[in-house]
């Protein structure tokens, strides 16, 4: 298709969809969720004493804010959410667990890959959603989006890139994430 005044190509904006809409805030709640587990194996392995477990308890209060304003949202737009649930409650308690027992740099290691993919996918929706008429959403992903960052920077802050086989945990770990956002959009 062409503008006819110009012969230049027409951009057709295609807007989002209830279902692409539902598919964000159904993701995201997941996401919120698991990253819950994450910390939360993290504590039960690294205990109130460790060096890093108040920053971590500080990003895993966040986290459940996140969740929480999440939760409110599935049941106020009746959406659906992740049918997977039980499985990213063992899976992230599991990574947490797992990379805390290699050690407070592995734990923040796993903090620093997930936030980084958090942040591409919160970024990926933000351009999404510029499109449209979802102010609270996007607001909310924005929001969410700083505390992630701010997530990311006190674990390379404490040491992440200097977990024993960062490169390998960090790109595992990182794939592990892309995998369930795709998986968790759709389930």
Same mark, same amino acid.
């Given at each position: 298709?062409?503008?006819?005044?110009? /012969?230049?190509?027409?951009?057709?904006?295609? /807007? !989002?969809?209830?279902?692409?809409?539902?598919?964000?805030? !159904?993701?995201? +709640? =997941?996401?919120?969720?698991?990253?819950? +587990?994450?910390?939360? /194996?993290?504590?039960?392995?690294?205990?109130?004493?460790?060096?890093?477990?108040?920053?971590?308890?500080?990003?895993?209060?966040?986290?459940?804010? $996140?969740?929480?304003?999440?939760?409110?949202?599935?049941?106020?737009?009746?959406?659906?959410?992740?049918?997977?649930?039980?499985?990213?409650?063992?899976?992230?308690?599991?990574?947490?667990?797992?990379?805390?027992?290699? /050690?407070? !740099?592995?734990?923040?290691?796993?903090?620093?890959? #997930?936030?980084?993919?958090?942040?591409? $996918?919160?970024?990926?929706?933000?351009?999404?959603?510029?499109?449209?008429?979802?102010? *609270?959403?996007?607001?909310?992903? =924005?929001?969410?989006?700083?505390?992630?960052? *701010? $997530?990311? *920077?006190?674990?390379?802050?404490?040491?992440?890139?200097?977990?024993?086989?960062?490169?390998?945990?960090?790109?595992?770990?990182?794939?592990?994430?892309? #995998?369930?956002?795709?998986?968790?959009? !759709? #389930?």
């Amino acid at each position: 298709m062409t503008d006819a005044k110009s /012969g230049a190509p027409h951009s057709i904006k295609v /807007g !989002r969809t209830k279902a692409d809409i539902a598919s964000m805030i !159904r993701v995201n +709640q =997941a996401g919120e969720y698991g990253a819950k +587990q994450i910390y939360k /194996g993290q504590l039960a392995v690294m205990g109130d004493d460790a060096p890093d477990s108040g920053a971590i308890r500080h990003m895993a209060d966040q986290e459940q804010r $996140h969740l929480d304003a999440f939760d409110r949202m599935i049941v106020e737009r009746n959406v659906r959410p992740t049918l997977l649930q039980p499985f990213w409650k063992v899976a992230g308690y599991a990574l947490g667990a797992g990379t805390a027992a290699m /050690g407070p !740099r592995a734990a923040m290691a796993c903090t620093a890959a #997930v936030e980084t993919e958090i942040d591409h $996918h919160y970024q990926e929706q933000l351009e999404a959603l510029e499109s449209e008429n979802d102010p *609270e959403l996007a607001d909310m992903i =924005a929001d969410f989006r700083e505390e992630e960052l *701010e $997530h990311k *920077e006190t674990a390379l802050a404490s040491g992440a890139e200097d977990a024993p086989g960062y490169p390998l945990l960090s790109a595992a770990i990182r794939l592990g994430c892309r #995998v369930a956002i795709g998986i968790s959009k !759709r #389930v």
